[in-house]
């Protein structure tokens, strides 16, 4: 095996047919004398093969589309500047917003199709070694190829054989799953096995998804000549796809949604012109692409009306835009939940909000919800401390961000120290504060907010 780029169940395959009464073919590309190889390199042992074939170079490719890759064989490391990126089209588009989803020090299951461009987009944004990417065939690392290529990748940690890769999805072992989107139905089924007469099969899509921590479905809206361009941060469609891919109920149930609510289960689906969640309700649309018309574009294709609780907010518009989006700042950044720490000792609470983004009423309940949870319990109010270094909020929600923050003082906050060395912030969140009378001084730095009382 030391040219091919997987070890696939080859192992497997060869023991049962011998232990079966079969024979054993192995295709090899020359002879080697007896005793010459690496015995560590040996994937098939000699006492399991019948019979030996030499194969002509053209018919023993590495994979459908590479007779021979140095970078597939792990024989070579491939510069990962070398590998072009992506163009922006609704490929892109799709693989970006699904990179959001990505964490650090996460094992990551990439299905073929769709999902393969996210490891590019991860490559384009410098991201690949925060986290580690495997695909079924037996990848754990680097940054498997798409295509005809799907299955190898370059630069890997290890190769192993693709039943072991399943042990491992089986058990637990994916954080997160990536995978194709054919049809989907209110709610929240799967179909990428059944078309018609035509049985495509599942693969290893039921393990995968059943398995994963999280699982994003990402594909185009519809499908079958669909034409969209990217101009202007904008999405524009010029043609819809013949095939619709949102319908009443699918033709053959692959994913089961109601099993992945009744496991808690967090779902995505993500396409180019919009977001879905799975809820307990169905299908929820919780985003839409900037330049779409959410009853043109989106609910007029759908062969039912999907979930609306609130009006969906704007796809982040770094994704439609033709330059990096930042992603590496983004999954270096803390959760949340680790912006605050509360002290026991000095009875004091900590938010640590440097380099946050608040930008929806979601991240405001979030900040609402963190609090409470923090300080649920306490029977003396402590005293706040926030850092807003490199903190930004939204002009739309400032105001929602101030009604919050009062109430938050009210019900759980003694006092509060605020610094940021912005004078813009501190004029901004100062002036919203005090229309709401709460204490207002933001101090330029912790030092100087250490020294002062508390206010």
Known sequence: MEKEALTLESLAIAMAARNSGGIVIVQVERIAE???????????PGILVDCVVVARPENHWQTFAESYSPGFASELRIATSSIPSMPLTERKVIARRASFELMANSVVNLGIGMPEG???????EKVCDLFTMTTEPGVI?????GGLNFGAATNTDAIID???????YDGGGLDIAFLGLAQVDRDGNLNVSKFGPKLAGAGGFINISQAAKKVVFVGTFNAGKLDVIIKDGRLQILQDGVSQKFVEAVEHRTFAGRYANERHQPVLYITERCVFRLTPDGLELSEIAPGIDLQRDIVAQMGFTPVIKAPPRLMDARIFENKPMGLRAMLLSLKLNERFSYDADKNMLFINFEGHKVTTAEDIDAIRTEVERALSGLTVKPHAIVNYDNFSIAPEVIDAYSEMVTGLVARYYSDVTRYTTSSFLRMKLGDALQRRSVATYIYESPEEASSHEPR
Do not use: C, H
């Not at 007896?34 to 098939?44: A, C, D, E, F, Y």
């Open 34 to 44: 007896s005793g010459t190889l690496n015995p560590r390199q040996v994937k098939i």
């Open 118 to 124: 996210i490891a590019s987009v991860a490559n384009e």
């Open 141 to 145: 690392g680097g940054i498997p190829a």
């Open 162 to 168: 693709q039943p072991y890769q399943f042990d491992f």
